[in-house]
């Protein structure tokens, strides 16, 4: 009997077993896919969340990467990633992955992102750095977004190019000071220092950051523009020194020509240019 009832329970087992596993198989082939975002507004969850803040932050954050898994799926357009960010972040806002998985999540998306959707990336970014001013790969992020994603998208005589260029190259200065970013991002700075015309800004970067980097190909190149710098520099001084020499000559003699006026004028006067040009 005991046998009888051994070989009963197991073929009844099986046959739940066999019946779930049908019924988890219907349920999936009947499944849709809907992108439907079912979270209250973020002032109610800090309410619902009974002083759990971070609690409930975690939790959304595990639903917020499946939701994104599932739109790269269906080929969706990750319409609802800065509702997530914005409730993660109302909750808790030291959550740091989550300023720079919106920064990613609503950019890299599979039906691509228009520039109105990148600048609210660029925004979320700009809390992160606002929020963790010492952290290099944020910085970098803003950065990298603003320059290589941001600006490509806009039309040439967008007005906030020029803004959104010098802030793009604030936050790549500030994350190479800080270590971040690629070993090629201070050659970068540099670079778009100089088209700004900003050439003691690039000397003064490329003076801190020679200590900072580590690989032997970028501190060579460093080396060769610092060259170059210092020797541009000198010139600029010296250009200067004769402009200020020729500008009190006109001032104070106007009648004496230059190589007269240099044994007329006040000694100190006259070699202080020269001595900061050198």
Same mark, same amino acid.
């Given at each position: ?10 073929a009844?087992?099986?046959?739940i $077993? ?20 079912y979270?209250?507004?973020?002032? $109610? ?6 002083? !759990? ?7 959304? $954050?595990?639903?917020?990467l ?33 300023y ?13 992102? @228009? @520039? ?23 910085? $970098?992020?803003a ?24 802030e ?14 690629? @070993? ?18 690039e000397?003064?970067h ?6 900072i980097?580590r ?19 000198y ?16 001032e104070?003699? @106007? ?5 007269? !006026? ?7 006067d006259?070699?202080r240019g020269?001595?900061?040009?050198s």
């Amino acid at each position: 009997m005991r046998a009888v009832a051994v070989v009963a329970v197991l073929a009844l087992a099986g046959g739940i $077993w066999s019946l779930r596993t049908r019924a988890m198989e219907h349920y999936l082939a009947t499944q849709t896919y809907e992108d439907i975002y079912y979270l209250p507004p973020p002032d $109610w969850l800090q309410v619902m969340s009974l002083g !759990y803040r971070r609690a409930l932050a975690d939790l959304i $954050w595990l639903r917020a990467l499946i939701y994104f898994g599932d739109e790269f799926e269906n080929r969706g357009a990750v319409k609802h990633v800065f509702n997530y960010g914005d409730s993660m972040l109302a909750l808790d806002p030291d959550f740091r992955r989550v300023y720079r998985w919106v920064g990613v999540a609503g950019v890299y998306t599979p039906t691509g992102s @228009p @520039p109105e959707t990148i600048a609210r990336a660029v925004d979320v970014l700009r809390r992160g750095v606002e929020r963790f001013p010492g952290d290099g790969q944020l910085a $970098w992020d803003a950065g990298a977004t603003i320059s290589y994603e941001l600006l490509p998208n806009l039309p040439k005589d967008d007005p906030s190019r020029a803004r959104l260029e010098a802030e793009g190259n604030e936050y790549m200065l500030a994350a190479a000071r800080l270590g971040a970013g690629p @070993p090629w991002l201070v050659l970068t700075n540099a670079t778009s220092l100089r088209k700004l015309g900003e050439t003691d800004r690039e000397l003064r970067h490329l003076e801190e950051m020679y200590a900072i980097v580590r690989d032997p190909r970028v501190k060579a190149r460093i080396e060769i523009r610092l060259s170059q710098l210092r020797d541009e520099a000198y010139a600029e001084a010296f250009r200067r020194a004769n402009e200020e020499f020729e500008q009190r000559r006109r001032e104070e003699f @106007p009648y004496l020509p230059p190589t007269l !006026y240099f044994f007329v004028a006040d000694p100190v006067d006259v070699t202080r240019g020269l001595e900061d040009a050198s």
